[in-house]
């Protein structure tokens, strides 16, 4: 091989040496298409949330939750509307809207499936309510396996799900109801005037299933570690329950207590749907102080969900705790 030929060759191998060197140095830039963003897929919606309480299995279901505007004059009626807006705040809330949030109770004693209120029922569920019988099914509950149907009391968000059409919701249950309560809607005396609606409501949906209920008194047993306590105000014959299962309690206080912070921080303060405001305020600094010295967990029908937590006491008031993993272990 000439000498000539020999330096062309060697040149030859460094350009290609060289331009292997660039390129492995070079940013690859890709021909391909790109991958779209992923979609978003908006709030989650829970179901439901199951825990054992002794030898009890409890499930508290989601049925909704309703936003108003507020929450003054909704709550705090009997306040200036800047001392609920500064409480809020100071709580990190809004000012101007507040979530309701509903949520029945489903304890399974190991003999009877026992439903604690019957949520906002079909009427709702244009408004994103009314969601009881979807979430027992995703959480392995049909309506025919409830035996119970227990009332707190008779507003529309506690009995709308009594019924599915024209038909009883729950078909194969018995009810249970506290005697004041239901007397006090039922009267006719309650036919006209401001009680004229919720009267028409508990005609329709709470007196046809009569011949198939219990009516207690106050401390009356619904089944074998369930009982009623006296929680009067918000409506006349308000009741909470107390569920004790192998020593452990628990309290569902129905609607004792409407806001996790407005009602344990202000238990004073006017909500609008208290029926008899100073006693439903006497009610509720009772029942939440008993959660407190006997440290019993509850639910609150209107908490946020899983609606199941601890009252703290908190300079002359109180303070909401949610569960954590309290059931886990």
Do not use: C
């Not at 890709?30 to 979609?39: D, H, L, N, Q």
């Not at 001392?83 to 809330?93: G, R, T």
């Not at 308000?238 to 009602?263: C, P, R, W, Y």
């Not at 509850?298 to 899983?306: I, K, N, T």
Request: hydrophobic fraction near 45%.
């Amino acid at each position: 091989m000439s000498s000539t030929k020999l330096i062309t060759s060697r040149r030859g191998l460094l350009t290609g040496a060289a331009v292997a060197a660039t390129a492995l140095a070079t940013p690859l830039i890709m021909t391909r298409a790109a991958f779209g963003k992923a979609p978003m897929l908006g709030a989650t919606d829970p179901t439901h949330h199951r825990f054992k309480l002794g030898a009890f299995e409890i499930t508290v279901i989601n049925d909704g939750q309703a936003v108003r505007e507020g929450p003054h004059p909704l709550f705090g009626a009997n306040q200036p509307a800047s001392d609920v807006a500064d409480l809020m705040s100071a709580n990190n809330l809004s000012s101007k809207q507040v979530a309701l949030p509903f949520t029945p109770v489903l304890v399974n004693t190991g003999a009877e499936l026992v439903l604690f209120d019957t949520g906002n029922g079909a009427g709702a569920r244009a408004g994103g309510r009314g969601k009881l019988r979807a979430a027992m099914a995703t959480a392995g509950y049909t309506p025919e396996q409830v035996d119970v149907v227990v009332i707190t009391h008779m507003h529309p968000d506690h009995i709308g799900g009594m019924k599915e059409g024209d038909a009883a919701a729950f078909p194969n249950a018995r009810y249970v109801i506290g005697e004041t309560e239901y007397n006090f809607w039922t009267d006719t005396a309650r036919a006209t005037g401001p009680t004229e609606g919720l009267h028409k409501m508990a005609m329709g949906l709470v007196a046809p299933f009569a011949d198939k209920a219990t009516f207690i008194k106050d401390e009356g047993t619904v089944v074998s570690g369930i009982s009623g306590v006296a929680t009067h105000g918000h409506t006349p014959g308000h009741m909470g329950f107390l569920i004790e299962s192998d020593g452990k309690q628990l309290m569902i206080t129905g609607d004792i207590a409407n806001h996790f912070v407005i009602a344990f921080q202000k238990p004073d303060w006017g909500f609008g749907f208290d029926a008899d405001k100073a006693k439903a305020a006497e009610t509720r600094r009772a029942v939440l102080g008993r959660l407190a010295s006997e440290r019993m967990p509850f639910v609150g029908y209107h908490m946020p969900f899983p609606a199941l937590g601890y009252v703290e006491p908190m300079g002359g008031a109180f303070r909401y705790v949610a569960e954590s993993y309290q059931f886990d272990l």
